[in-house]
Every structure is written in structure tokens, then in C-alpha cells.
């Protein structure tokens, strides 16, 4: 059984990710519709303005896939606690710290286990270029 302190610490951390869930998409939403806007329009005053807008545009589109994957890691969190795992470490198992939960709601593993992840990645990589090289 749930201790009321956990509820109330849930129902906090779940206001928190739909807050930024909700604010994701309406950035990837608004990102869209610029574009569409300036697509539509077309009436850009001079080659300068032509190449401000088409930098905007790049700008907006290259940003989607970070906004989509933020998007990904609040539901995978919005899932996990309406399952009750939410806020334990995928990797250790042990509970991600409160402090770290409302810096990063979506966080999956403890700071620990990220830095070690971290710390692989980069290993994983210089590993494969030499194999490959």
C-alpha cells in the first residue's frame, strides 16, 4: 500500500510531465505551423529575408526529432507511474532521488547509472571505429 506522502508525490510529478508534455507539443505544433506559414506565404521581402526564413525553417525541423524524443521519455514516465514503477531506476533498481525527478520528471535511471551510461556510450563508439578501422 502506498503511503499518502507517495501519493501526493505521484500526483505532483504527474501534474509536472503532462505540464511539459503539454508544452512539447505545443512547441512541435507551433514549429509546424510556422513553417506551413512561410511555405504558404512565400512573399519574403529581399534574399536576405528569404535566407533568415529558410534558417528559421532548418532550425525548427532539426529541432523536431529532440522535441519528439523529449515527448517519448514523458509518456514512457507517464506510463511507468500509472504501472507504479515510476521513479526506480531502470538499471539498479533503487529509487531516483526526488531531487533529481523534479529537475528531470522523465528520468529513467538514477544520476549514478547515467553517468555510467554515459561514460559507456562513448566507449561502445571508439570500440566500434577501431574495429572497423
Not at 43 to 60: I, Q, Y
Amino acid at each position: 500500500m502506498r503511503s499518502p506522502g507517495t501519493s501526493a508525490r505521484n500526483h505532483a510529478l504527474k501534474t509536472a510531465l503532462e505540464t511539459r508534455k503539454r508544452v512539447v507539443l505545443a512547441s512541435i505544433r507551433q514549429d509546424l505551423r510556422a513553417a506551413a506559414d512561410t511555405e504558404k506565404s512565400g512573399e519574403v521581402g529581399d534574399s536576405a529575408d528569404a535566407v533568415g526564413a529558410m534558417c528559421e525553417d532548418d532550425l525548427r525541423f532539426s529541432l523536431l526529432p529532440m522535441k519528439t524524443e523529449l515527448l517519448e521519455h514523458i509518456e514512457v514516465a507517464l506510463r511507468m507511474l500509472e504501472e507504479g514503477r515510476y521513479g526506480e531506476c531502470r538499471r539498479c533498481r533503487r529509487l531516483i532521488p526526488e531531487s533529481r525527478l523534479s529537475a528531470m520528471p522523465f528520468a529513467v535511471r538514477c544520476r549514478q547509472c547515467e553517468e555510467a551510461r554515459e561514460h559507456a556510450i562513448p566507449a561502445a563508439h571508439a570500440w566500434r571505429s577501431a574495429e572497423s578501422a
